[in-house]
């Protein structure tokens, strides 16, 4: 990866940079975007360019919808070698591509991990904060996986923005000549500096934008981009990325994985009225910032399948909620999940001693049931949604499905006893690798 960090290319606005190699195609009618028409986004909680996940984007999982996948187009060889071939997804609608994208500029964590699931990880030259806050995450996953990993030399950290506040340099854009802008558009309009016309001139002068993000909690994006915004699943958006680099193969044997994943553990679950009520959550200085689990979007992609009871169900919770230690006791959650636990953002054993120290939180049972867990990045991509499952389930109902091990903060995804573990490491690392068979 390290190729990036030295590249250097002109920033004049006159001239087109993009590659020769890849060509816009047309729209999703009503899309907005292709036609310039684009609006800005405020960016504000709520949205998913806002502040609420230590990503730049708001927190929430899985909705069925969707249309069809990308295709081919004529001349298609299989290897991404020769002949052009077509991808589509909203906001963008249809991208023709003539060769397999090589340099491509990633925002959000799910599709670093989906460029790694499909064998070009080495394609990925930037992420949206941090590489290493990021990428620890993905360490301790891959380092599960036998010859799987994400180098992170030379990625360049997008945003460059403070508090609040997220922005990205449109130059930096120009300097990373990128084949492909993995991200959301209509997230780009939202941030601090751009509009409609922004987008569309690095989409004419570098190249094409392909990426959806306000899936995650199906949150509103700009406005200009309501009309045709179409809502997707994790999988679903996961197939078209790997319609991209052209590994339909690598999707559906992955895909396999995840549905044997998920009959796994919904063939042992006990009766609904058996199960936890479960919150999930962020806490930082005092303060509890609760989510819903039944809200659509792939954010909750590792816990919905569980069809557990949601503990802020009967609440009003939306993005600007905060709780003080009274007003979660009197939820008291029987288990609760602390988002971005896993070499991430937070140190939640550290957060669960201070709890279990308080005299108020020190009553919650979650706390006092040893029932507070780090939990998974919202931001997931389809392997770390293969962890993240197995994860929840053992957190979730160790009883059937294997003790969740004691973890700490630097100790990597915990060593699960092989007779205990949901999903064959060995086969997704072939996957990877190449071997779809």
């Known amino acids: 990866m390290g190729k990036h960090a030295d590249r250097t290319t002109s920033t004049r606005r006159t001239t087109s940079t ?11 009618a009503g899309a907005g975007l292709l036609a310039g028409c684009l609006g800005a986004g405020s960016g504000a909680p709520g949205s998913d360019g806002g502040s609420g996940g230590p990503d730049g984007t708001d927190g929430s999982d899985d909705a069925e919808a969707g249309g069809p996948a990308g295709s081919d187009g004529e001349g298609t060889d299989g290897d991404g070698s020769a002949g052009s071939y077509s991808v589509e997804m909203a906001p963008v609608g249809e991208v023709t591509l003539d060769t ?10 799910l599709y670093a991990d989906m460029a790694v699931a499909f064998g070009h990880g080495d394609a990925v030259n930037s992420l949206g904060f941090d590489a290493d806050a990021g990428g620890n995450t993905l360490d301790a996953y891959y380092a599960e996986l036998d010859g799987v990993e994400f180098d992170r030399e030379g ?17 930096l854009l120009y300097e990373l000549d990128s084949d492909l802008h993995l991200a959301d558009p209509c997230l780009f309009a939202s941030f601090e500096g751009w509009d409609e016309g922004d987008v569309a001139e690095v989409r004419d002068n570098v190249a094409p934008w392909f990426g959806n993000v306000f899936s995650r909690r199906n949150s509103e994006p700009p ?7 179409e809502y997707y699943g994790l999988w679903e958006i996961a197939e078209r990325v790997a319609g991209v680099f052209r590994e339909p193969e690598r999707f559906e044997a992955l895909s396999s994985v995840h549905d044997g994943l998920i ?17 999930t959550l962020l806490y930082m200085d005092g303060t509890y910032y609760p989510s819903r689990l039944d809200d659509p979007g792939f954010a909750n992609a590792h816990v919905r399948p569980f069809g557990v009871v949601d503990a ?14 009274e007003q979660l006791l009197e939820v008291d959650p029987d288990v609760i999940l602390h988002q971005y636990g896993v070499e991430s953002y937070y140190d939640v054993a550290g957060v669960r001693e201070e709890l279990a120290d308080h005299p108020v939180a020190g009553e919650l049972s979650a706390i006092e049931n040893d029932r507070f867990y780090p939990s998974g990045n919202p931001v997931q991509g389809p392997i770390m949604n293969l962890f993240q499952i197995e994860m929840t389930a053992k957190q979730l109902f160790p009883e059937r499905f294997g003790e969740w091990p004691a973890y700490e903060l630097g100790d990597g995804y915990p060593e699960i006893p092989e007779s205990e573990r949901l999903f064959d490491r060995g086969r997704v690392a072939e996957i990877v690798a190449g071997d779809s068979e």
């Open 312 to 325: 802020f169900g009967a609440d009003d919770v939306t993005y600007e909620t905060a709780y003080d230690h």
């Open 155 to 171: 990625i360049r950290q997008l945003n460059t923005g403070s508090g609040d506040g997220i922005s990205v340099d449109r130059e």
């Open 100 to 109: 397999v994208p090589g340099d491509v500029m990633v925002y959000s964590l």
């Open 18 to 28: 993009r590659r020769n190699a890849i060509r816009y195609g047309g729209a999703v």
């Open 223 to 229: 406005e200009s981009c309501r009309d045709g915004y």
């Open 263 to 279: 009959e796994t553990v919904q063939a042992d679950l006990p009766p609904e009225g058996e199960r936890p009520a479960v919150g």
